[in-house]
Structures are given as structure tokens and as C-alpha cells.
């Protein structure tokens, strides 16, 4: 039998604590699996007095330096999130010779690009299956099963705590705080939840998605991003009477003018099979050249779905590690495409207004789009409370800039007492 692989786990929070239980659970079958046993020989954490059931306490520690300078550990995951200290450990690891395993969108939505060249320098693996849509094989299907594609568009629902909040207020009609808490007691959420409902953890993983479809490095900054936290259950209501769902997507598509790629909220119609795509459960389509379409869905989040992932990168590596081809797939970035702005893209919005109730509002708002270019294709308008009713306008295919100037010269009318919400719509 082959000598044992010794790993290191950076973390021991959901993800961890997850990785430590299926490595433990596939303990006997692993020399099958991955050609050798897969022994865990440290567990790097903050608090290493921590008492921590089940998990052999001999194994924890406080001090990188135990495992970086450790020449048995071969394979070095990363599963403490954020930036640092996690940049600079997985740098000293990769520098060190040792091979990468990660959870860590935050970081290779913004480094990866000079981690996997450094990877690369140190014959190297650098996975991070888990760092997009959890448990969802994504990462490895567009840099290997994919490879002969020429990708045009993604689009999917990537961020589980949004999915789960804005199922639990379409379905149970509960409030966003409590479905939030559950979403992190249930161990979906960020350490920082804002990163979920503010649709940051979102928008990283589309724009690691984004640079391996299209073959150009595309980072996080460049993604235009909206979050979930102005979706108020009155959208919602609306969305149902009119036989749509709100969901959080992630969109990107390879336009001959460049690469477009954003987070939104949209309104997308039920019989949409993202639609249907509920609670922590994330989805991928894909459409290529060759492929056509295809779709991927499964849990985007939690423990044992994301330990899924990790593990599976960690047997993978080691299958590498035996065969001795570790860095066989790199960065597959090769070209340098231009990502669009925001404002020159083009789509369909719902617009909820509060307005005054008298006569002549509906034509004072119907002027202003159709004078910046907006035409509408349906209008709903509620009875009156107060003094002022629900307008909803529907809009057709419109230029980002385009709604920006209507809706700043609507904000300025006083027939418009507020612009409660603007969605797109798919
Ligand atoms: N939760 C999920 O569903 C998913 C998470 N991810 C990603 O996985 C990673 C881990 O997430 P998760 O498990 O939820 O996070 P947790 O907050 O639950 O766990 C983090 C762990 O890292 C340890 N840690 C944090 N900072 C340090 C440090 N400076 N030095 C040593 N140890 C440290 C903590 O130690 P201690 O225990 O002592 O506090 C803890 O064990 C993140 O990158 C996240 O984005 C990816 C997909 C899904
Ligand atoms: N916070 C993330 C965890 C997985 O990436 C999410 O909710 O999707
Ligand atoms: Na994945």
C-alpha cells in the first residue's frame, strides 16, 4: 500500500468541521479511492484551547509554522475564509511545494490569478471546487468536460443564504431578519453576512466563473453587484400576482463589445426552471458553442455539501500527487477581453412607485420614460391609501443609463412621494 498523504486543515468552522467528519467517514475506503490513506496531521485554528467534541485535540494548533515547515505535509487546505491570513498562507504553502486545496472565494476572486501562477512556478495543484455554488461541480467541468467549448453565457443562482431568505419570504411570508438568522444558524451565511445579502459572495463567484469560462481574468471589482436587502414583501407579492419569482442571479455572457457579468435580483417568470430552484439550492446553466445548454443544481451551501467539494479536490489531488502530475491544469486565462460597464447594459425593469393619487401622475410618469427612451409594456396601479397609491410599471428592453435618468428626474417630481423598488427583469 501507498504511504500515507498527510493533509493540513486551515479552519475548523462548518466547512472544516465538515471535512474532518467525511475524511473520517471515508477513512477506510480512501486507500481505494485515492490510491493511498489520507491522514490529517494538523488543524490550524484561532483558539486552539478550544474544546472542540470529536476531533482528536492532539492534532490542533495555533502556529502556521508547525505545518508550513512540516516537509510531510503535502497537501495544505484552506478553510478559514477571507483575506488574511489566508493569502499569505496559501503563498507560503504553494512556495513551499506544497498543493492547495480551498474554500475561498473572497480570495481567488481577487488573487487568483497570481495564485495559480504560483502554482504553476511550483508544479503545483491549487483547487477550489467548493469556492463556487458549494457542492455543485462547476469549476471542474468548465476547465476540463467544457474545455473544447467556446462559452457564451452563464447564468445561475450561486449564493445559498439569499436563495434560502427570499424563499422563506415567498413561501412562509416571514420577515428578512428572521430568515437571515436561520440562514446563518443553519451554517449557510459568511462570517460577515453582508458579503451574502449585499451579493459580494455572489458576485465572486461569478467572476471566478466569468475568467475560466471565458478564458480572461475577470476580478471582483469589476462586477456590478446588488444585493437582496431592498426586496421588501410587497415586491413580492406583486412578482406572484404576475407569475414571477424573485430570485438573486448572477449573469455573464461574452458579448462581442466584452464581457458583461453582474449580480442582480430579477423578477424571472415560474415557469423559469430557476424558479423553482428553492431554499439553499444553487443553479448553473451554461450554454456553449458545442454543448448547447446544460444545467447544474445542488446544495450551494451548508456543511456537509460544501465538505463535499472540498474533499473531492483533496482526493483528487492526491490521485495527482501519486501519479506525480500535481499543476497538470493552471490558470486557463490566455486572453485579454474588456468587461463592460454597467450602464451600457440592456434589460426589462419593474418600477414600484408611491405617487399622489389625483389625475394626470400616470401620464407625468409615462412622459418622463418615454422621454429618456423607456417604453412600457404593462402597467398595474393599486387603489389609494393615504393619499397615494402603488404604480407599477413594467418596462421593455431598456439601456442601463437610460432607466438612471428617468428615475432621477422621477425622484425630483413631487406627484412621486418614493421610489420603493426597481428590479429587472428577465
Ligand atoms: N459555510 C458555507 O456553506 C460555505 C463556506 N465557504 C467558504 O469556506 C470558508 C470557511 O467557511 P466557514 O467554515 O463557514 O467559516 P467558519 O467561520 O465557520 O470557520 C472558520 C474557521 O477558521 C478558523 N480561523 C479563522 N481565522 C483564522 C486565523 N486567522 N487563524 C487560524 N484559524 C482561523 C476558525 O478558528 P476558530 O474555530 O478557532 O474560531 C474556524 O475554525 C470560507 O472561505 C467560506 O467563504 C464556501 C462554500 C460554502
Ligand atoms: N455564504 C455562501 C456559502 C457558500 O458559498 C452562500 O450562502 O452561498
Ligand atoms: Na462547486
Redesign the pocket.
Known amino acids: 500500500m501507498n504511504k500515507p498523504i498527510r493533509i493540513a486543515l486551515l479552519g475548523l468552522g462548518t466547512v472544516g468541521g465538515g471535512v474532518y467528519k467525511l475524511l473520517s467517514m471515508r477513512a477506510q475506503e480512501m486507500p481505494q479511492i485515492a490510491g493511498a490513506p489520507i491522514e490529517i496531521s494538523h488543524i490550524l485554528v484561532r483558539n486552539a484551547n478550544k474544546e472542540r467534541p470529536g476531533v482528536d485535540a492532539a492534532l490542533l494548533t495555533d502556529n502556521w509554522q508547525d505545518i508550513v515547515s512540516d516537509p510531510e505535509v503535502s497537501i495544505v487546505v484552506e478553510l478559514m475564509g477571507g483575506m488574511e491570513p489566508a493569502h499569505t498562507y496559501i503563498s507560503e504553502a504553494l512556495a513551499a511545494g506544497k498543493n492547495v486545496v480551498t474554500?475561498n472565494?473572497d480570495l481567488m476572486a481577487v488573487h487568483g490569478g497570481e495564485l495559480l501562477d504560483l502554482a504553476e512556478q511550483h508544479h503545483c495543484d491549487l483547487q477550489f471546487e467548493?469556492?463556487?455554488?458549494?457542492a455543485i461541480p462547476i469549476i471542474r467541468p468548465l476547465k476540463q468536460c467544457l474545455a473544447g467549448n467556446e462559452i457564451s453565457e452563464i447564468m445561475g443562482i450561486?449564493?445559498?443564504?439569499?436563495?434560502?431568505i427570499l424563499t422563506r419570504m415567498t413561501q412562509d411570508g416571514m420577515e428578512f431578519d428572521d430568515a437571515l438568522a436561520m440562514?446563518t444558524e443553519l451554517g449557510?451565511?459568511?462570517a460577515d453576512?453582508t458579503?451574502?445579502i449585499e451579493g459580494y459572495?455572489?458576485g465572486r463567484?461569478m467572476a471566478i466563473m466569468a475568467s475560466i469560462a471565458f478564458h480572461s481574468r475577470v476580478t471582483f471589482e469589476q462586477v456590478y453587484t446588488e444585493g437582496i436587502t431592498n426586496i421588501h414583501a410587497t415586491d413580492i407579492r406583486y412578482a406572484k400576482e404576475m407569475g414571477k419569482a424573485i430570485k438573486l442571479l448572477g449573469v455573464a455572457c461574452n458579448t462581442p463589445e466584452g464581457i458583461e457579468v453582474r449580480v442582480h435580483p430579477m423578477l424571472i417568470p415560474d415557469s423559469h426552471p430557476l424558479a423553482t430552484v428553492n431554499d439553499?439550492f444553487?443553479a448553473v446553466f451554461v450554454h456553449g458553442d458545442a454543448l448547447d445548454d446544460a444545467m447544474f443544481m445542488g446544495r450551494?451551501?451548508g456543511e456537509m455539501p460544501?465538505a463535499s467539494a472540498v474533499t473531492g479536490d483533496i482526493i483528487d489531488t492526491a490521485r495527482n500527487l501519486l501519479m506525480g502530475c500535481t499543476g497538470r491544469i493552471g490558470c486557463t486565462c490566455y486572453k485579454e477581453l474588456p468587461v463592460k460597464a454597467i450602464d451600457d447594459i440592456k434589460s426589462k425593469y419593474f418600477i414600484r412607485l408611491r405617487v399622489e393619487d389625483r389625475p394626470g401622475v400616470l401620464a407625468g410618469v409615462s412622459g418622463v420614460l418615454g422621454n429618456n427612451g423607456v417604453s412600457i409594456s404593462q402597467v398595474i396601479q393599486k387603489a389609494s391609501k393615504g393619499g397615494s397609491s402603488d404604480l407599477v410599471v413594467i418596462t421593455d428592453t431598456v439601456r442601463e443609463r437610460h432607466i438612471r435618468d428617468a428615475l432621477t428626474i422621477l425622484r425630483s417630481m413631487s406627484m412621486v412621494r418614493d421610489i420603493a423598488s426597481v428590479i429587472r427583469v428577465y
Open positions: 474554500a472565494k467548493a469556492a463556487v455554488a458549494g450561486v449564493n445559498g443564504t439569499t436563495n434560502y440562514a449557510y451565511a459568511e453576512p458579503a451574502d459572495d455572489a463567484k439553499a444553487n450551494g451551501a460544501t
